[in-house]
């Protein structure tokens, strides 16, 4: 047993020199009596002492993953352009247009309707329009297939199309025949940029193009023009003179003689 002042006391490594530098424990790379620990004390004496650094690393981590993945607040939602389709449809219908005042104004029917909300169009097959005037005069159209505005008062007719306004006690019936027509039922015009026949009564006239306006009574023929007239009808008074002047005169009795009596002497 060695002393206080034993000399080899004083030389242990494995005891901090006097002086309270740290405390009298073995250091865990500090041979002790002359031998290192084995590799896994000194891995875990490593691992224990950056523990609490990994563990806030771990911490900071899983913070910005959840800052990344949680949804933000709701935005606005954006209304989405409506597409050209059909949002209703009608078979077999009949659709009427009244005036403020109360008369009816047009009267629509088809084998098909189909409305598109985009454009506020009604896409009509095999239609039948039927529209009265300011002047109460009746117009028809008919056609394979025709486009209209929200209120009707637009058509266009595509295939085979007819307008006819009916005759009256003074005027005849008019009528336009084409492959397009465009009638606009409330100023009462029909526009047409295909070749277009137009009859009012026995007068038929062809042109390239139409613009016509009921309002002014014009219509307006473009490109090549052919016109077809018919005779004027023959006069009623006329045609009695010409019959009295080809009967023979008339005589009075007082010119034309006497018969002789029978048996009278000569």
Known sequence: MSGAGD???LDDPALEP???LGPLLPVADTPVNGTR????ARLLAVVSAYLPLLLMGLLALGTWWLVKNTPGAPSASVPL???HEPDYTMRRFTVQRYTPAGPLRAQIDGDELRHYPDTDTIEIDAP???AHGLDG???VASAVRALSNGDATEVQLFGDARVRREATASEPALQFQGEFLHAFLRTEQVRSHLPVLLTRGATELRGDSLQYDNVDRVAQLHGRVRASFAAPAADP???TRRNDAAKPPLRHAADVPAAAPAGAAR
């Open 37 to 40: 620990p084995p590799l896994r």
């Open 81 to 83: 352009a409506p597409r």
């Open 237 to 239: 008074r006329a045609a």
């Open 128 to 130: 039948r329009v039927r």
């Open 137 to 139: 005069r009746v117009t």
């Open 18 to 20: 006097l002086g309270g």
């Open 7 to 9: 000399p080899a006391a």
